[in-house]
Nanobody, 119 residues
Framework: QVQLVESGGGLVQPGESLTLSCEAS????????IGWFRQAPGKEREGLSC????????YYADSVKGRFTISRNDGKNMVYLKMNSLKLEDTAVYYC????????????WGQGTQVTVSS
């Protein structure tokens, strides 16, 4: 069993930055990676980035490469997503999960946190 709790969402203006946090507990160390996903209204849930549990390898989707940065704390129970240069199209519910980019392989999801980019 794994528990994941996201925080840090909110309303920001285009061009601003925001950092999301994901706190993991339970048996999350049994998994390959912790990833970030998002889902905009009417669209499929999209994998953004992940960091592997064992060695901290990082992967990004093309849609966020160069703007978003994933990281973790020393205890491996906190995963962060720093989002720079936010655009209107970044508006979505952001989720962390046990997995990397492929939503069909996810076993556990957080509850999601809303990010709204608006003027």
């Amino acid at each position: 069993q794994v528990q994941l709790v996201e925080s840090g969402g909110g309303l920001v203006q285009p061009g601003e930055s925001l950092t999301l946090s994901c706190e993991a507990s339970g048996e999350f160390l049994d998994y390959y990676a912790i990833g970030w996903f998002r889902q905009a209204p009417g669209k499929e849930r999209e994998g953004l980035s992940c960091i592997t549990i064992t060695d901290g390898k990082i992967y990004y989707a093309d849609s966020v490469k160069g703007r978003f940065t994933i990281s973790r704390n020393d205890g491996k129970n906190m995963v962060y997503l720093k989002m720079n240069s936010l655009k209107l199209e970044d508006t979505a519910v952001y989720y962390c999960a046990t997995g990397c980019l492929d939503r069909t392989l996810v076993d556990f999801w957080g509850q999601g946190t809303q990010v709204t980019v608006s003027s």
